[in-house]
């Protein structure tokens, strides 16, 4: 039988665009991905990377989805899990110039940004 390692439930969920203000698509996603590789090997978590398109009221853009949880090989607290989430969506959004981003957390949901 395998051992069952259980750690208590907490994931963060970053929701990022590709599209600056006013301008052109981005076309180099796999930066992001690189940001998120690289942050997870300098804090030791496990993060998922997904491109997606977002669709709302006014109109819609790709984007990508980046995931942590508390995963049981290197469990974290869940407070630390936030910071980094936050930190990391930080950084991905001055990296990709967005207006916002949003972070969505297994007890709250924060948004970096001016809300218009």
């Known amino acids: 039988m395998d051992t069952i390692t259980e750690v208590p439930t907490y994931q963060a969920t970053i929701y990022c665009g590709l ?3 006013g301008s052109e698509v981005n076309k180099r996603p796999w930066k ?3 940001i998120c590789r690289e942050f997870a090997e300098n804090v030791g978590l496990c993060v998922s990377f997904t491109l997606t398109r ?3 009221d006014t109109g819609e853009e790709p984007g990508f ?3 942590l ?6 469990p974290k607290d869940p407070n630390d899990i936030r910071t980094h989430a936050i930190t990391l969506a930080e950084t991905l ?3 990709y ?3 916002r981003v ?3 957390c297994t007890d709250k949901t924060f948004m970096l940004g001016e809300i218009e």
């Open 97 to 99: 110039q967005q207006e």
């Open 69 to 74: 949880i508390n995963y049981p090989r290197s």
């Open 65 to 67: 989805i980046v995931g």
């Open 93 to 95: 959004k001055d990296a």
């Open 102 to 104: 949003t972070v969505v």
């Open 32 to 34: 992001a991905e690189q």
């Open 54 to 56: 977002f669709i709302y």
């Open 19 to 21: 599209r600056p203000s």
